[in-house]
């Protein structure tokens, strides 16, 4: 009798173990989609790339294939010339292919150049990731 039991407890257990891990597992915190629009997150893509003080992450949302706007994270960069770089540089890829923006040859912004150089090497990483993950 207590076989007949065992046998049927053991496998809704399993069963269930199974979903709850399933359930439980955590989603791309790379890259997200939210309402058509890819969100590429390159904190942890960039982690090893740094600009004039430490990393600076960025959002890159793409939709229909291309990049609608470059955002930028929060980061220890010198406010002042970061300023300079949320003016003129990240909307450089705006309105590009993720095809056109990934080949792309951007200069760095004067006076900011290792942030700058940190900020479009996140924009490659990033634009690398959404190619070789989007579903």
């Known amino acids: 009798m207590k076989r007949k039991i065992a046998a049927p407890i053991a496998a809704f257990s399993l069963a269930f173990g199974a979903f709850f891990m399933q359930s439980a597992m955590p989603s791309d915190p790379i890259m997200t989609k939210e309402s ?4 590429v997150n ?7 790339v740094v600009g004039y003080r430490a990393t600076t992450p960025l959002k890159i949302h793409i939709k229909d ?3 609608q706007k470059v955002e ?5 960069e010198t406010p002042k010339y970061f300023a ?8 450089a890829w705006n309105g590009k292919t993720v095809k ?4 792309m ?24 990731y959404y190619n070789r993950n989007k579903k």
Do not use: F, H, P, R
């Not at 390159?42 to 090893?48: A, N, R, V, Y």
């Not at 300079?84 to 909307?91: A, C, P, R, S, Y």
């Not at 056109?100 to 080949?103: D, E, L, R």
């Open 84 to 91: 300079m770089i949320k003016k003129g540089l990240l909307e």
């Open 65 to 67: 294939g291309k990049v």
């Open 36 to 39: 058509g629009t890819y969100i």
């Open 100 to 103: 056109q923006a990934s080949t």
């Open 72 to 76: 930028a994270l929060k980061n220890m």
């Open 105 to 128: 040859k951007v200069d760095a912004v004067t006076g900011a150049t290792l942030s700058s150089d940190a900020v479009i090497k996140n924009v490659q990483l990033g634009l690398d």
């Open 42 to 48: 390159t904190t942890e893509l960039g982690k090893d």
